[in-house]
């Protein structure tokens, strides 16, 4: 379904875009007004929310491999720098258990970090402090990213009681999912909240979906 809507939206938005753009060209910037910049932004932000579908679309299975956690959120957090200095954000990660191994696949793993951390910018303030802590959860590793709050007011994603919430409908929060219970994790969120703040990602340490296995890499 995604996909065939992402097809039916690609070719008007390639019209509009294009005389959009057009116009743009023909005015120069000066001359462009705040109108006609929105609407080369309105596209601009279109086309970026359709490349996200195709990747969505396209999101393969999983071929996990064994690997530290606590190193792939890091190696996220840095990856997106340049993403928290604009926001003047500060990410702080706490580890709080030595078993940080677990079966995924770092590729899709890292995206689905980098998915959460993009909903989160949206409603963080500007210089605001981003604690994230990993710690055991009976046989999961759990990620918070936020403060702590009592899990069993967290839902998944999908639940019922977050429908109502406009941050639900967020594809990045649905790739992230998709790739979580791909792996046999699960996405969790706080209904009381306003925003996609605090998350909740639990990783199984065993491998749990039947599936390719790639052979274990050195921690």
């Not at 403060?147 to 019922?160: N, Q, Y």
């Not at 046999?184 to 909740?200: C, M, N, T, Y």
Request: charged residues 25%; neutral net charge.
């Amino acid at each position: 379904l995604a996909q065939a809507m992402a097809h039916e939206l690609r070719n008007p938005l390639m019209i509009i875009g294009g005389l959009v753009r057009r116009i743009a060209r023909k005015l120069g910037n000066e001359e462009l007004g705040e109108p006609c910049a929105a609407l080369v932004s309105s596209v601009e932000r279109m086309e970026a929310i359709l490349r996200e579908v195709d990747e969505f679309v396209s999101i393969p299975f999983p071929l996990v491999r064994l690997q530290r956690i606590d190193r792939l959120i890091t190696e996220e957090i840095n990856q997106n720098r340049q993403h928290w200095q604009r926001r003047s954000v500060s990410p702080l990660l706490t580890v709080m258990t030595p078993y940080v191994i677990a079966p995924v696949d770092p590729r899709l793993i890292r995206k689905a970090f980098s998915m959460v951390f993009r909903e989160i910018l949206l409603s963080l303030p500007q210089g605001s402090k981003l604690p994230m802590s990993i710690q055991d959860r009976d046989n999961d590793l759990e990620i918070l990213m936020g403060e702590a709050r009592p899990r069993e007011h967290f839902c998944d994603l999908h639940d019922a009681e977050l429908q109502s919430r406009q941050f639900s409908s967020s594809l990045f929060l649905d790739v992230a999912h998709k790739i979580l219970t791909d792996h046999g994790g699960s996405l969790l969120l706080d209904p009381r909240s306003h925003a996609a703040f605090p998350v909740i990602i639990r990783l199984p340490r065993t491998y749990r979906p039947e599936g390719p296995l790639a052979p274990a890499a050195g921690g």
